[in-house]
Nanobody
Framework: QVQLVESGGGLVQPGGSLRLSCAVS????????MGWYRQAPGKQREWVAFIRSGGSTNYTDSVKGRFTISRDNAKNTVFLQMNSLKPEDTALYYCNAVLVFSKAEYWGQGTRVTVST
């Protein structure tokens, strides 16, 4: 059974930092593209960043230079380091996995990030 469990969300002031974690079980990160998505209140879910099995990364324009996606294959965990947070980063953040060969897709339950004074 595949499980993705996010953690690390919370309330932070503008300019602050948070690190999200996604603990993965049931699949190997070596054979998956891992991504972070977010959904703000009243908006559609959007992709934030992803890291391919080979290690290359992509970021949506609004987070470039502020967010960093990484993974620890030994711990089967993916991270999203978020710096210089802005109120518009407030959202429910989801971890996503897409298997390289089968294209099967999995989602976590989300962790909430609130950026506010």
């Amino acid at each position: 059974q595949v499980q993705l469990v996010e953690s690390g969300g919370g309330l932070v002031q503008p300019g602050g930092s948070l690190r999200l974690s996604c603990a993965v079980s049931g699949i190997s990160l070596s054979f998956a593209t891992m991504g972070w998505y977010r959904q703000a209140p009243g908006k559609q879910r959007e992709w934030v960043a992803f890291i391919r099995s080979g290690g290359s990364t992509n970021y949506t324009d609004s987070v470039k230079g502020r967010f960093t996606i990484s993974r620890d294959n030994a711990k089967n965990t993916v991270f999203l380091q978020m710096n210089s947070l802005k109120p518009e980063d407030t959202a429910l953040y989801y971890c996503n996995a897409v298997l390289v060969f089968s294209k099967a897709e999995y989602w976590g339950q989300g962790t909430r990030v609130t950026v506010s004074t």
